[in-house]
Structure formats: structure tokens, C-alpha cells
């Protein structure tokens, strides 16, 4: 059973950045973490999980919600078993739990009938991410 941990959490000032980590591990047999995309949801209070950023096995395919366009960046390093999340110029409206999730279908990202938040089927446990004004 994949299993997903994220670390760099915590509270930053309006402007200010922050470095989300997500280790990954329990793989089943030859399937290390090169082969599932892996990606980034939050969820504010009151709010609908969102998906918010993803990448390809690879790496070479990332997307973004509008959201956090220019300001987020995912990584990866399949070497570490660990995605990334680069957080910049944060707003008081980033301010959310967040969460590392994994899937072996890229198309599991993508909200179309269904919320990506229902399809994607690991996930990590969150880590509180507070940006104040």
C-alpha cells in the first residue's frame, strides 16, 4: 500500500513562500514512484478539495490550477520517491490544509464528471498551511 507523508507546512506572512514535501513509500512489488503522477490538493474551511497542481511520472507534463499559476511549482525526484511543492508570493486565500496525493492514471487529476478529489486513490494526511495578512 502506497503510503504519502508531507512535511514543510506551517505559518508564513502574506508575500511570503514555503516549501511543501511529500515522501513517499510501501510500493508494491516493481512498482516504484516513477510510475504514478503525483500531485497537490487543499482544502479551506468550508471548501470542496481541490486539485491544485500535478505532474506525469515523468515529470515532463505538470499542470496547474489558475489559482496558483505563477506562483506554484511542482517537482519531483523519482530517485527520492518525493514530490515538491514551491509556494510563493502566498496569499491569506492559500490558506488551506494541503494535501500530496498519487494515482497510476493521470487522467485521475483532472476534474471532469467526477472531482479529481474522488478519483485520485492515495493520499497523504495534510499538512496546515496558514498565510496571514
Known amino acids: 500500500q502506497l503510503q504519502l507523508v508531507e512535511s514543510g507546512g506551517g505559518l508564513v506572512q502574506s508575500g511570503g513562500s514555503l516549501r511543501l514535501s511529500c515522501a513517499a513509500s510501501?510500493?508494491?512489488?516493481?512498482?516504484?514512484?516513477?510510475?504514478?503522477?503525483a500531485g497537490w490538493f487543499r482544502q479551506a474551511p468550508g471548501k470542496e478539495r481541490e486539485v491544485i497542481s500535478y505532474i506525469s511520472t515523468s515529470g515532463t507534463t505538470i499542470k496547474y490550477a489558475d489559482s496558483v499559476k505563477g506562483r506554484f511549482i511542482i517537482s519531483r525526484d523519482n530517485a527520492k520517491n518525493t514530490v515538491y511543492l514551491q509556494m510563493n508570493s502566498l496569499k491569506p486565500e492559500d490558506t488551506a490544509v494541503y494535501y500530496c496525493a498519487a494515482d497510476m492514471v493521470f487522467q485521475h487529476f483532472i476534474d471532469s464528471d467526477y472531482p479529481a478529489s474522488t478519483l485520485v486513490d492515495y493520499w497523504g494526511k495534510g499538512t496546515q498551511v496558514t498565510v496571514s495578512s
Open positions: 510501501g510500493f508494491g512489488s516493481g512498482f516504484g514512484f516513477r510510475y504514478y503522477t
